[in-house]
């Protein structure tokens, strides 16, 4: 996947996280060293570049060929709502009741939203926020057939050519999540998993976050996103609750500040604590 312009990679990662594949990451001409070491110490059996020329240039995509031995290939295209019409087809996800309707861009709650999507084995659609969505995508998801279509973002953000197009494709019901932030949004998940183990923790770059989905989800472990100096309040039940024996920083020290780290660590040794004198 490419770093540049994340709506595919807001795509991809929740059916990563079910099927349990690793995901790289490119930039749109150049491979990266690491990207290109862990390719070839892989030696995967099937690669799949997803986008474009503009997202993974033809370069790129001839260097990982050669890299894997021409066992790669492409899916997608620039246009992200393509790219959700050409996912969907080849892995429908575990749960098709349920599709989250994202804008093409990536702010806000929206990397967020592939989390949310990926812990419940659902997929994650994005099209832009006006007009009417392409036919492709309406057939798609009309084979589908889900029962609720769950829109990112405020109703208003969103043109009624895309929501009407939406619900007459598939009769399912149209829901604008009332949720407040992407930290309140991931911290509704982890009401039912259970307490005591291992949790990550990751920084505000959508790149680590989507990277840590799928590690996370693969490996059943909760995840918490701190995009601030502090651990927000909004993780105050769920932390208590979790009783955390081990935190995974997924982030780089200057992602994760001191503060953020020491508060984590008190977290730990508070759970610690409790268990000891149970």
Request: charge should be negative; aromatic fraction near 4%.
């Amino acid at each position: 996947m490419s770093v540049h312009r994340l709506a595919a990679a807001r795509i991809v990662v929740p059916i990563a996280a079910q099927l349990g594949w690793p995901i790289m990451w490119v930039r749109p001409g150049t491979v990266p060293s690491t990207t290109r070491e862990d390719l070839a110490g892989l030696s995967p059996e099937r690669v799949i570049v997803v986008g474009g020329d503009e997202l993974v240039n033809a370069d790129s995509f001839e260097r990982i060929r050669e890299i894997v031995g021409g066992r790669a290939e492409r899916m997608g295209s620039d246009d992200a709502a393509q790219t959700s019409v050409e996912l969907l087809r080849a892995f429908p996800p575990a749960d098709p009741s349920t599709v989250h309707i994202t804008p093409s861009h990536s702010a806000g709650r929206n990397p967020a939203v592939s989390l949310a999507a990926a812990t419940a084995g659902q997929f994650v659609v994005a099209c832009d926020e006006a007009g009417t969505p392409p036919q492709q995508l309406v057939d798609a998801l009309a084979g589908l057939s889900p029962q609720r279509l769950l829109v990112s973002g405020n109703e208003e953000d969103w043109s009624s050519e895309t929501i009407e197009a939406l619900r007459a494709a598939t009769g399912a019901t149209i829901e604008f999540p009332t949720i407040n932030g992407p930290q309140a949004l991931v911290a509704s998940l982890w009401d039912d998993h259970e307490p005591g183990g291992e949790i990550m923790v990751v920084g505000k770059s959508s790149v680590e976050l989507l990277t840590a989905v799928v590690a996370a989800v693969s490996t059943d472990r909760a995840l918490l996103l701190c995009t601030t100096n502090r651990v927000p309040r909004v993780y105050d039940e769920i932390l208590t609750r979790l009783e955390p024996r081990h935190i995974i920083l997924a982030a780089s020290p200057t992602a994760l500040p001191l503060r953020v780290r020491t508060a984590l660590g008190e977290v730990v040794a508070r759970s610690e604590g409790e268990s000891a004198t149970g």
